[in-house]
Every structure is written in C-alpha cells, then in structure tokens.
C-alpha cells in the first residue's frame, strides 16, 4: 500500500496487512483513524480528502472541503474541513457540521467523493465566514471554477429564507471575478471601505497607437489610475526587469501607477490609502484628498 500522499483509514490498513500498528505511528493523524504520511505537506486539498476518509463516504463534502476539491486557492490549510448530509452528529475537532440537507442537484461527484457545487460551496461560505474572509473565498471560487457573480446572485435568489442571507448579498456586491490573487482582494476591499469608487479589475492596456501594454490588477479608466498588487514574485530580477518596463511604459502612456505591497495593508494601510485618494483627486476622480 502506498500511503505516502493520500489520507488513509489505519484500521483498514492494519486489518488488510498494509501496515503494522508500529508502522502507523510513523503517521500523522488527523482525525481519529484517519492518517497521512509526516512528510505530506497538508493542505486544504488533502485535509478535504481525509475528511471524507473519516466519513466513509457517509455524507457531503461542503464549505473549504468542497472548495478546495473544486480547485480553489487562497485556503489555510490549517482551517477545519466541512461535512454536510450525513448521520454523524458529533464530529471531531477540525470539521464542521453542516446541519443542513443537501439537495441532489446542488452536489457534484469528483474522484468518487460527493461535494457541493460551486454555487452551493459559494452560498453556504458566504454566509458563515466573517465577511472578509467571506469574499476572498467567493472571488476564489469564481476565479477556479468559472462561477459568475450572475449565477450566484440567481442562486441567493432561490434561497432568500436561508440563513445568512443578508450577509451573502453584501459578499456578493463586493466580490470580483477577475480577482486572480488574496491580496489583490484585500486591496480592493481596502480602497471600497475607504469610501473611494470601486476600480475595474483585470483591464487590458494599450498605447495611443493601440499597442498592448499589459493586464492591470486594478485601475480607473476613466482617471488613469492603477493600483497593482506587488507579489513576492516580483523579486526575481527576470520578473523585475519585465515589470520595470511595463511600468516606465505605462507611464509614458499617461497612467499612474501604484504598487502596493502586503506590509503596505497590514501596517501603513492608511498611508496607502491617502495616496491612491490623493492621485485620484489629482487625475480628476470626485474625491477628496486628505
């Protein structure tokens, strides 16, 4: 048995003589009886595979389970898994318990496990994440799974009694397909809760002769302001370089820019605010500078 990558039930190893009990404690176990070889690097995607190994299938994978087997990013890893549909009533630390029936049409089938669609993984962690957290998920889920703003809201629309409610439209109105990074939604969240219009996001650039520039994160057309999320990646001197002309010719083309970075939002978030307030009052936008 090849148990160095995918959650795995010890009874039934041991039972079937895939390993001994001395073996077993060689594993890092997750949940009760559920185990994972020590140098797997466990992430939301495997924590999601154990918790249906801990279930034996009796039930529905919901919440980041189902999102992360949906392909989505941005997850911590060390989050509780989520379960759905099923006769367990008292689940062990690190999952939760959906105590809601799942209609059939609402869940998909991905490598033999059951699990919520990605409407239904969006609605239900719309509405019991904090908010933040919330639409980071949700922009994370359109970004994997090519859910739309448009299907979600029809999906809200269908269930206006549930629970929660109310906070899933607000996610909603502040979510963003074209959200491609954690951080470009904290940005974008930041700069909306400062009282500042909402930016277009993913917009393509060009020259006056119609030459493409580049994507940008963020950025108002209208003002020629970007705002742009500077990643780690951008120390690479390759990816430096690249960013420096596209930079130098983004300017030359009449835009400002502003590079954010993560201690920027974490620590000087007002400062940066001041100065996307403050270009944008000088470009004309209907704020003002403070």
């Not at 990558?5 to 009990?21: K, N, Q, T």
């Not at 869940?107 to 919330?134: I, K, Q, Y």
């Amino acid at each position: 048995m090849d148990t160095s990558g995918e959650p795995f039930s010890g009874a039934r190893a041991v039972a079937d003589g895939r390993l001994c009990r001395y073996r077993l404690r060689h594993h890092r176990r997750l949940y009760p009886d559920t185990y994972v070889s020590r140098d797997v690097d466990v992430d939301a995607s495997v924590r999601a595979r154990a918790v249906w190994i801990w279930c034996r299938g009796r039930g529905v994978l919901a919440g980041r389970s189902a999102a992360a087997l949906l392909g989505t990013k941005w997850i911590d890893p060390s989050a509780p898994g989520a379960l759905a549909w099923t006769p367990h009533r008292s689940p062990p630390p690190g999952i939760e318990l959906y105590r809601e029936r799942i209609p059939d049409d609402e869940c998909v089938h991905s490598a033999g496990r059951r699990l919520t669609t990605a409407a239904r993984t969006a609605f239900d962690l719309g509405r019991r994440l904090p908010l933040d957290e919330a639409v980071e998920m949700v922009d994370a889920l359109y970004q994997a799974t090519g859910l739309t703003r448009a299907a979600l809201t029809a999906f809200t629309a269908a269930h206006s009694r549930a629970r929660g409610i109310v906070q899933l439209r607000q996610v909603i109105t502040l979510s963003d397909e074209g959200a491609e990074s954690l951080w470009e939604t904290r940005t974008r969240l930041a700069i909306v809760r400062d009282g500042l219009p909402r930016p277009e996001s993913q917009v393509q650039v060009r020259d006056a002769d119609g030459r493409w520039i580049g994507r940008v994160d963020l950025c108002w057309e209208k003002w020629r302001v970007i705002v742009e999320y500077d990643g780690d990646h951008h120390f690479d001197p390759e990816q430096r370089n690249r960013d420096v002309e596209r930079w130098n010719a983004l300017e030359a083309a009449g835009w400002r820019v502003i590079r954010v970075k993560a201690r920027q939002l974490m620590r000087g978030r007002a400062t940066l605010l001041r100065q996307i307030r403050a270009v944008l009052a000088e470009a004309g936008a209907p704020v003002t500078a403070r």
